[in-house]
């Protein structure tokens, strides 16, 4: 069993930055890919950014320019440096880690952008 746990949410004003951290642990072996997504209410779970294993980086074309994910490979933790905030981007957000077929979620972090 995995176990993910999210840092660093928050509020801050339009135009802000914030950096959300994921840290792994657990039954770990060989980890396909690395995670964002973000829930709003009343809106559907959506991928944010993904981190694959050969490194390539994936982002949701709101977030393309603003966001950053990276991960730390010996820490088994992933990031998300979050620029030019905007309200819309208010939701919670949620690590994922992909292994072989098998996802893995935290328990999700409050983000929220003031107007």
């Known amino acids: 069993q995995v176990q993910l746990v999210e840092s660093g949410g928050g509020l801050v004003e339009a135009g802000g930055s914030m950096r959300l951290a994921c840290l792994a642990s657990?039954?770990?072996?060989?980890?396909?890919?690395m995670g964002w997504y973000r829930q709003a209410p009343g809106k559907q779970r959506e991928p944010v950014a993904t981190?694959?294993?050969?490194?390539?980086?994936l982002y949701t074309d709101s977030v393309k320019g603003r966001f950053t994910v990276s991960r730390d490979h010996d820490k088994n933790m992933v990031y998300l440096q979050m620029d030019r905030l905007k309200p819309e981007d208010t939701a919670v957000y949620y690590c994922?880690?992909?292994?072989?077929?098998?996802?893995?979620w935290g328990q999700g972090t409050q983000v929220t952008v003031s107007a």
């Open positions: 657990g039954n770990i072996h060989v980890i396909n890919s």
């Open positions: 994922k880690l992909l292994q072989g077929t098998d996802n893995s």
């Open positions: 981190m694959l294993m050969n490194g390539k980086t």
